[in-house]
């Protein structure tokens, strides 16, 4: 690639990615909805598999799903400069807004309230997950193997089964299936190994229940014993090992920050977790939000820092390994089956954010107008999601 053609290709990925962190409202599902949309459907950067095994891979290193999407996509257009930008914008706008808050929280004691702003925004949202899940189908379920994958996926999230599960046990399953033929005989008549069982080990996080039974403590006055070395290596650490949703970080910084070192109550835990879903961008950055609590603008950025840059990291060392993922039969069904796993979890989150956004005939209405807008135009969904908050914010005014 040229240098002009290099420094485009760069331009290019840092408008993207900063229209993105500025709209990408809804959480990871979202996130990699409207990143589809954008590179796939309207820009034409990858096609539909090759987003896929880039999505695939995201799912299988730890760290925020849809940031480390972001990156590989800023790698795959503009190499290491893509990379440092699709991150770094995508990140940096929830992160001003989440300082903006947080700067309030401490001032005021309290959150500022964003239903009003996310009454139309989110069926929009929902809209477009819905979408990239009708599209993403054809490509990501390849056969009825790979549906019954997608189905088990779903299902399972749904029953409450952290979502390592289904991706890595699922992969992992269409991995020996696809290649049974490839098996020595003992290993298919008795299982694998030598002892003939799977053994799937997954990280444990900490129990996320006994969370909400303790909330709403008071406001604590201060982090007692503050380090902002401590502060940089604890998110650190939450980066390069945390797997799974806001509620399985929500379980990490109770356990670190709480528990552990004692710097924050459980209510200010929560409402950092809060911030942290009704801005855009990644969940993430509610990182900032508690290192501003806990050590001001300094601790603001090392948090922030922390918890983001084992993400530029792995995605740097592993993006090279993606496209010879296809070249084995084995890792090219592992990552068939990740893809499908990871179709099954979007399409159970669409379903769990439908039950919560879709509270009235005009949200949803407003969800299939949306829908129908996307899956037969081109539509800039940027600009549905804005309509969706003015439209949202004009009804809640009629209705007074």
Request: glycine share 12%; net charge positive.
């Amino acid at each position: 690639m040229s240098a002009s053609n290099s420094s485009r290709s760069a331009g290019e990925v840092a408008l993207l990615f900063l229209k993105l962190g500025c709209i990408a409202f809804g959480g990871p599902a979202a996130h990699i909805a409207l990143m589809r949309r954008e590179v796939v459907v309207r820009r034409r950067w990858l096609d539909e598999q090759q987003f896929l095994d880039l999505l695939g891979a995201s799912n299988l290193i730890p760290g925020p799903t849809s940031t480390e999407l972001a990156i590989y996509l800023g790698y795959a257009r503009a190499g290491r400069l893509g990379l440092v930008l699709a991150g770094a914008l995508f990140i940096l706008p929830a992160m001003l807004l989440v300082l903006a808050f947080a700067w309030t929280y401490v001032r005021y004691g309290a959150t500022p309230q964003a239903a009003a702003l996310l009454y139309g925004i989110k069926p929009v949202i929902i809209a477009v997950i819905v979408e990239a899940i009708y599209a993403l189908l054809r490509p990501a379920v390849k056969n009825w193997r790979l549906g019954l994958a997608a189905a088990a996926a779903l299902s399972l999230y749904l029953l409450g089964q952290n979502p390592l599960i289904p991706l890595f046990g699922l992969s992992l399953l269409v991995m020996l299936v696809e290649n049974r033929g490839r098996l020595p005989s003992g290993a298919r008549a008795g299982g694998a190994g030598r002892g003939g069982h799977i053994v799937l080990v997954l990280p444990a996080a900490p129990g996320a229940a006994d969370v909400l039974a303790h909330a709403g403590g008071p406001i604590a006055a201060g982090a007692a014993g503050f380090s902002l070395a401590a502060l940089f290596l604890t998110f650190l650490k939450i980066g390069a090992t945390l797997y799974g949703s806001g509620y399985v970080l929500l379980a990490f910084l109770r356990d670190d920050f709480v528990r552990r070192l004692g710097w924050l109550t459980d209510r200010q835990v929560l409402d950092a977790i809060a911030v942290g879903q009704f801005t855009p961008g990644p969940v993430f950055t509610t990182a900032t939000f508690i290192g501003y609590l806990t050590g001001g603008w300094p601790g603001a950025v090392a948090a922030t820092v922390g918890i983001f840059l084992p993400a530029f990291v792995l995605v740097a060392a592993v993006y090279p390994l993606v496209p010879r993922l296809r070249t084995s039969p084995w890792t090219a069904a592992f990552l068939d089956g990740a893809n499908a796993a990871a179709l099954g979890l979007m399409a159970a989150v669409a379903w769990q954010l439908g039950a919560t956004s879709l509270v009235d005939p005009f949200t949803a209405a407003l969800a299939l107008a949306a829908a129908v807008l996307l899956i037969r135009s081109r539509v800039n969904s940027a600009w549905l999601v804005l309509g969706g908050a003015v439209a949202g914010a004009a009804y809640r005014l009629a209705l007074g």
